[in-house]
């Protein structure tokens, strides 16, 4: 992945941790994502927001998650935990790890579960998706398997609700509470449209924030201005004349903002350097392990399989193993 790439996953990973931090802009969203029979049965009176750590390092920038604690409405106990588990991708493309994420989130709940002798609780997979391309990831955990329909009634499955962006309309009647939620619209229209260039909706955001009051919020319009700036690669300049034409003082925010890029930056890059670091410990002790295998008289090609480096790399250990 290219550092701009990366740059670009790590801005829409922090826009959906700062919107979804806020149970008010998680309540509003669930009131539009979820389907009528699952908002009836949930009760988002009271929930919590829990950050996880489920995302391995395989899965790391292919999105973000965030778990909703919240209950199931029961008329024999009143209220029953239930976890809605959110998973954000905004990748161009698809494949079946978004599944493999949501299963192991559920597998590991429901050993705790287990462990503290409690009953399973109820787990509702959703997934918030705002990437160029049609989804093609199947709407069921059993349809990845190539198998008859008689073989599937035996395999673990479970579905989860889709919510994606492209299809959103949000000046539909349905959104009318959100309408009254700035920040959370804002964000759901700047990730709906974050693969568009045309710079007309950012003025419609603009011309919307006049009209609700929002001007005033400095540090969540700075938080939004980051946002497009790393999303579109809008150089500041340019940016401060488009607050200015749509009458905010885009003085009052460059220098905040350019902090915020400056410090988001170099924390991308301290990142990006552990990284790279630990990458190449990992090299090195591939090349050690190989050098004693090769020392021992093991076939090359089978060192090759055991450590993962090429027959080539593994030629060019020779001369430092005598």
């Known amino acids: 992945m290219e550092p701009n790439e990366d740059r670009v996953h790590l801005a829409h990973n922090n826009m959906f941790l700062k919107t979804f931090s806020d149970p008010e802009n998680v309540r509003v969203f669930l009131n539009i994502a979820l389907p009528e029979p699952l908002r009836e049965a949930i009760d988002l009176t009271e929930m919590e927001i829990e950050f996880t750590s489920y995302i391995s390092d395989r899965l790391k920038g292919a999105g973000s998650d965030i778990v909703v604690k919240t209950a199931i409405k029961t008329e024999e106990q009143g209220r029953s935990p239930a976890d809605i588990y959110i998973l954000m991708e905004h990748k161009s493309y698809q494949d079946d790890k978004s599944l493999i994420q949501v299963l192991k989130y559920m597998y590991l ?33 059993v349809d990845n398997f190539s198998v008859s329909d008689t073989l599937k009634k035996f395999l673990l499955n479970f579905s989860y609700v889709f919510f994606d962006t492209k299809d959103w309309d949000f000046m539909a009647v349905a959104n009318q509470e959100l309408k009254n939620n700035v920040f959370l619209l804002t964000a759901l229209v700047l990730m709906k449209n974050a693969s568009n260039d045309n710079m007309e909706i950012v003025q419609e955001i603009l011309k919307f924030w006049h009209e609700k009051g929002f001007t005033t919020e400095k540090e969540k319009i700075t938080a939004f201005l980051v946002y497009i700036s790393e999303i579109r690669d809008i150089k500041l300049d340019t940016l401060k004349k488009i607050l200015e034409e749509s009458k905010i003082e885009g003085g009052e925010f460059m220098p905040s903002l350019a902090q915020r890029l400056r410090d988001e930056g170099k924390e991308h890059w301290m990142k990006q350097g552990i990284e790279i670091g630990e990458a190449r410990a990992e090299r090195r002790g591939l090349e050690k392990i190989a050098r004693k295998l090769l020392l021992m008289g093991m076939d090359i090609e089978k060192i090759a399989d055991a450590t993962g480096l090429t027959k080539e790399e593994i030629d060019q250990l020779y001369p430092t193993t005598h």
């Open 109 to 141: 709940e429901w050993q705790k579960d287990v462990d503290q002798k409690k009953p399973l609780r109820v787990i509702i997979p959703l997934i918030f998706y705002h990437g160029e391309k049609n989804w093609k990831v199947p709407r069921s955990f």
